[in-house]
């Protein structure tokens, strides 16, 4: 196996050019592994509940990150009233474009 230094992987993603997308992509990824790996295990036994707290983790992160995503689209919406600064509402507007951007399914 030929070993890639991680800044020159074509699957490499830097933080400022995630998306959604990617992060469901991750998320389920990163589920299935985890539920695959509680299947063969015995509910209740150590390495059950062992196996849970990574499996939980996984999917509160995972809803804090689309949460926060979601809910900063909304809070640009008020920033953006005619009750605002125009520069306030032009930063506002910026905001917006830049994380729906992030957001919507690539075309």
């Given at each position: 196996?030929?070993?890639?230094?991680?800044?020159?992987?074509?699957?490499?993603i830097?933080?400022?050019?995630?998306?959604?997308?990617h992060?469901d992509?991750?998320?389920?990824?990163l589920?299935?592994?985890?539920?695959?790996?509680?299947?063969?295990q015995?509910?209740?036994?150590e390495?059950?509940?062992?196996?849970l707290?990574?499996?939980?983790?996984?999917?509160?992160?995972?809803?804090?990150?689309?949460?926060?995503?979601?809910?900063?689209?909304?809070?640009?919406?008020?920033l953006d009233?005619?009750?605002?600064?125009?520069?306030?509402?032009?930063?506002?507007?910026e905001?917006?474009?830049?994380?729906?951007?992030?957001?919507a399914?690539p075309?």
């Amino acid at each position: 196996m030929t070993e890639v230094a991680l800044d020159e992987s074509e699957y490499e993603i830097h933080a400022g050019e995630l998306t959604l997308v990617h992060a469901d992509a991750l998320h389920a990824f990163l589920k299935g592994r985890t539920q695959a790996l509680l299947a063969k295990q015995t509910a209740g036994t150590e390495t059950y509940r062992a196996l849970l707290s990574p499996d939980t983790a996984l999917d509160m992160a995972y809803d804090e990150v689309a949460g926060c995503l979601r809910h900063a689209g909304e809070l640009l919406g008020v920033l953006d009233d005619d009750a605002q600064p125009e520069e306030v509402r032009h930063a506002a507007r910026e905001m917006r474009f830049r994380i729906s951007s992030r957001l919507a399914p690539p075309l």
